[in-house]
């Protein structure tokens, strides 16, 4: 294809996903793609360094991955979705594009941050990210230091939720006080050669964590929604199945939300049906060969999950909304490693997959038990305006509540539940 700057080389297909997904850095390069999320991320993080030193700032993340923090967060995501929601008044009108974004910045940043920043600071630091994010546009794509007001607001609001996170940082380490967040995993890492990260690289690795999950679970919740209230006939079979799992039970574990494979499913359908991020691209740096096809130095490698998903040899009927295509004696997402592709993959697949799903069922699950909603628009349908794509807005629904909920959720958020597995 050609697109602004570059022809572009499209791999599409089981045998090109290989092809994309499986070249060293050396070959094909994020970094010079993503470079207008420098601002964002900061000098020195991410795609501002050697693909090395990205690696091993990412790696500091997987103590804050592993089953003891994923049992803590996947209490604190129903805990967070609980408080939300009882919020709400008895009936209403929300846009579910704005509320995904909105319980997905608390559950993220308590999460990140603990539960002090989630109590005092959180509204302030979503109204900054919401600044930051506003900073990604085609503009930034083309030139991300053009002296545009949206940049400026970026550029303010990343200096003052920085010095937000300092002050956390530095209460933390005065204090000698230690929480279950990402937060502590990154005070506590220590690079190859021994040593600590500086605080500014913790702000910066933090914003890129927060950055590759939050807008894409926040659209993807409101995606979920939609879907299962647009098929009722299997609404009704996760509803039976939040039932079936937690009985009259006023507290709800952490294997609950494992049990919930109905619900799961919907969400990874939803992922593959609507994925936020639509394209994955990458600088050829190095010619290589694919079957008859040569691929220049130069040229952009162009890898799609909104395409590929809908691939029919891969996903039978792939317009058509199945979650229980993933269900026992189908699955066909597992037909290949990389036929499912809505967190990447290969080295770059996204870290905190089994973090989304978690999020994503939990936030679901308290919303579904709660209130019965009804859609509004005459059609949903994707913003192809937006870097990460969600439903176009308005995006309404009218919410009731229902008369006696199924579960109430402990205060507290034991690190003792049983371990969470991945997603499907």
Known sequence: M?????????????????????????????????????????KGIAYDTTPELMKEQMAFLHPGLREARLRTYAELFVEEAEAFFDRWDNE??????????????????????GGDFRKHLSGE?????????????????????LPIPAHRRRDKARVK?????????DERRREGRQESDILQTLLEAKYSDGRALSDDEIVGILLT?????????????????????????????????QKAVLGDRTTLKVEDLRAMTLLERSVKETLRMYPAIIMLMRRVLK????????????QMALCSP???????????DPWKYDPDRYGPGREEDRQHPLAFIAFGGGKHRCLGAVFATLQLVATSSVLARHFELELLEP?????????????????????????????????????DAAPIQAAG
């Open 161 to 169: 939720m920085g010095e937000m996170i300092k002050r956390i940082v």
């Open 2 to 42: 050609k697109l602004p700057g570059a022809d572009t080389v499209v791999f599409s297909g089981l045998k090109a996903h290989e092809a994309f997904f499986r070249q060293p850095d050396e070959v094909l390069s994020q970094k010079e793609v993503y470079q207008f999320m420098v601002p964002i991320f900061g």
């Open 306 to 316: 909104a395409a590929s998903h809908h691939i029919e040899t891969i996903f039978k």
């Open 379 to 415: 059609r949903y349908y994707p913003d192809y305006k937006r870097i990460l794509v969600g439903p176009h807005q308005p995006c309404r629904a009218r919410y009731r509540r229902k008369k006696r909920p199924l579960v109430q959720v402990p205060l507290t958020s034991p690190l």
């Open 287 to 298: 010619d290589f060969s694919y079957e008859q096809y040569e691929v220049k130095a130069g």
């Open 209 to 241: 964590v927060m950055f590759a999950g939050h807008h894409t679970s926040g659209v993807t919740f409101c995606w979920n929604t939609i879907l299962m209230n647009q098929h009722p006939a299997y609404f009704a079979r996760v509803m039976e199945e």
């Open 92 to 113: 209403g009108v929300v846009d579910l594009y704005d509320i995904g974004n909105e319980l997905t910045i608390y559950t993220s940043s308590r999460a990140l941050l």
């Open 125 to 145: 630091f979503a109204r900054l990210y919401q600044e930051l994010e506003g900073g990604l546009t085609l503009w930034s794509f083309l030139n991300p230091y």
